[in-house]
């Protein structure tokens, strides 16, 4: 009955109380060092930033029509993350040790449910010892998981579509290298038409000379009826002096001999009259002829000169409109091709890394507290087993 009475007085108030007062010493002793270990944990403990970086499976392909598909799963990519998949790629970049512990990075997402939104990005995670660290181990994580997914050559849609991709920027550029050959020939073109404009205005001298011979001819024909002009004067006034002597002269003979000559002179009046107005004809028609092919040569030369330069035109328009908007739409086919190669990537960044300013590891005064009241809390029950052995001492130690 004592003993049980001695019982009652020790899970009373007063009796907790008592032993509180009693044991206050080792209870303050053993809170302090709590509250000193806290203390000592924040300052031995080195401090640790925070970097943040959101990423989502990344566009790996094209559809016939254009759109964009991604292989990778998300569930794929946390599990490649959480279950420490990138330690050894992530060393390597980095430059570890391979017996260091790989750094730690969690992986996360809202996956989509009944009335839940969820969505399809990922956040990643991790502490290190600067901002600048823990920033350059999630870009080599992310690096990593590239490197992972390019190391699988055997049905690597990303692998497939960069080589189709290289393969129409390579038939792109090949047709730019046509369009400079088309652009070539089109100066040959255009210097072998110029050639012909050099070469009809030489012709057109050339034809200026034949014209000026032909005109010499012509001169030297009108100087020939002026001569055969001035011989028949010549022998006019010769018949009429032979007239004269017939008229005053009674000699037959003389007579005989001057009418012989006078009509022989007036023969040679008539077929000198005829060769002269043959002259005058053949002048006049090789001045019409000339004319004529002149006027014909004239329209000739300027039709081959309008053909020659409306060629140069022509193709001067095809260097400066058609090449050139060829060469616009080859160069926009190749700027989307090679769009579309930055875009392909097994993972896709969203937004940038984001690194805390300040440590968030360790919470110092949250240390302290806690291993203040774990001390607190572990002394009053330890106070509570000393004082039950202190009266239960002899019952503990004895033996049976």
Do not use: C
């Not at 790989?102 to 995670?125: C, E, H, V, W, Y």
């Amino acid at each position: 009955m004592e003993n049980q009475e001695q019982d009652f007085e020790i899970i009373n108030l007063s009796g907790i109380l008592n032993i509180l007062w009693r044991r206050r010493l080792m209870i303050l002793a053993l809170t302090l060092v709590g509250f000193i270990a806290g203390i000592g944990y924040g300052i031995v403990t080195n401090p640790l930033y925070r970097a943040t970086a959101q990423i989502r499976p990344g566009i790996t392909g094209f559809t016939p029509n254009g759109g964009p598909f991604r292989a990778n799963m998300i569930k794929d990519v946390v599990r490649w993350y959480n279950t420490g998949l990138y330690g050894p790629e992530l060393k390597k970049i980095m430059g570890l040790p391979e017996d260091t512990y790989r750094p730690d990075i969690s992986a996360n997402f809202i996956p989509k449910a009944i009335g839940i939104q969820g969505g399809d990005i990922i956040t990643l995670m991790t502490l290190s010892e600067s901002p600048e660290s823990a920033e350059e181990i999630l870009n080599s994580s992310i690096q990593a998981f590239i490197n992972f997914t390019l190391a699988d050559t055997i049905g690597n849609s990303l692998l497939l579509s960069l080589s189709g991709l290289e393969v129409k920027i390579k038939q792109e550029e090949n047709k730019k290298l046509g369009l400079q050959l088309r652009a070539k020939e089109y100066e040959l073109e255009i210097a072998a038409a110029e050639q012909v404009i050099n070469e009809t205005e030489i012709e057109e001298d050339r034809f200026a000379l034949r014209v000026k011979r032909n005109e010499a001819l012509g001169e030297l024909q009108r100087r020939g009826i002026d001569v055969l002009s001035m011989d028949i004067s010549a022998v006019n006034k010769l018949i009429d002096e032979m007239d004269g002597l017939k008229s005053g002269n009674g000699n037959s003979e003389l007579l005989g001999s001057v009418l012989t000559s006078s009509l022989e002179a007036q023969s040679g009046i008539k077929t000198s009259t005829m060769l002269a107005d043959t002259l005058r004809y053949h002048s006049k028609l090789a001045d019409i002829n000339a004319e004529d092919l002149t006027l014909r040569k004239k329209l000739e030369l300027e039709k081959k000169k309008n053909d020659a330069q409306r060629t140069i035109d022509m193709l001067k328009l095809k260097l400066e409109m058609e090449l050139d908007n060829e060469e616009k739409v080859i160069e926009q086919s190749i700027r989307s091709y090679k769009n579309q190669m930055n875009m392909l990537s097994p993972l896709q960044r969203v937004g940038p890394i984001s690194t805390t300013s300040n440590p968030v590891r360790p919470r110092k005064a949250r240390a302290a507290i806690m291993l203040t009241l774990a001390a607190l809390f572990s002394s009053v029950v330890l106070a509570f087993v000393v004082e039950y052995f202190s009266k239960h001492k002899d019952e503990i130690l004895a033996s049976k």
